[in-house]
């Protein structure tokens, strides 16, 4: 299995990388996690876009979603795209949220995508065993482990502290998690980690490696790092283009 980083800045697209974006691929399969702001420019200096064979949205924020307008004008437009409908796994509420971030009369996007809303729990994804935990998040966001050739990948998606991610990273081999929010007093909970949150899942969780990500552009990286080695140290930052053999 590998993972490609497509986009990791958090909350919305920073200076040096676009929004929320993974690919990853295991036996000629491309799936990709999120789509969020400025990820599909940078997909296509990766990838051609008529081989992604599925999408997984953790959930609805911007930051994670909003890239699925520029695929669909790909997809309609371009005349490159050659394969049907893509598999667009996401929470409830994804086809009517993601048709009115496209235009105005929310027309619809199921010539592009079939829509598979997700809940908690076990399904199959092309070679993938996918299973999804919902997280400590304002809105409905689900982490995900992947799950092919006896490797384990789980991403967090946008959480809190929580139990549920925990069990769900479990012995995986990485551990992509979140660290948006600074070590700072008076935190909101049941919104983001920080990086000794992230390094404190990584360490009960028991993984391999622990890369870190969704740091925001106005957030000191270096310092989440620190934070996060301080408890699980085969901790490292992720970067856009970075590619990761599982
Ligand atoms: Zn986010
Ligand atoms: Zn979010």
Known sequence: MRLTVVGCSGSGPGPASPASCYLVEHD????????????FGALQ????PDT?????LSHLHADHCLDVAPFVVW?????????????????????????????ADGEGLTDVFDFVPVGAGH????????????????MECYAIRLTG????LVYTGDTGASAAVVDLA???DILLAEAAHPDVPGLPPDLHLTGREAGEHAAAAGVGRLLLTHVPPWVDS?????????????????????????
Not at 28 to 39: C, I, T
Not at 45 to 48: I, K, R, S
Not at 123 to 138: N, S
Not at 149 to 152: A, C, L, W
């Open 28 to 39: 000629g399969f491309r799936l990709l996690v999120d789509l969020g702001n400025g990820s």
């Open 75 to 103: 997809h309609r437009y371009s005349g490159r795209a050659t394969r049907g409908r893509v598999p667009l796994l996401a929470p409830v509420g994804a086809e009517r949220r993601l048709a009115l971030a496209y235009d």
């Open 52 to 56: 992604v064979d599925a999408v997984f």
């Open 170 to 172: 479990r012995g995986a």
């Open 149 to 152: 050739g006896g490797r384990s």
């Open 222 to 246: 270096a310092a989440q790092l620190a934070s996060a080695q301080a408890v699980f140290p085969a901790a490292e930052l992720v970067a856009p283009g970075a590619r990761y053999d599982v």
């Open 45 to 48: 200096g990766l990838v051609d």
């Open 123 to 138: 399904l199959d994804l092309g070679p993938f065993a996918v299973e999804l935990a919902r997280t400590a998040h304002p």
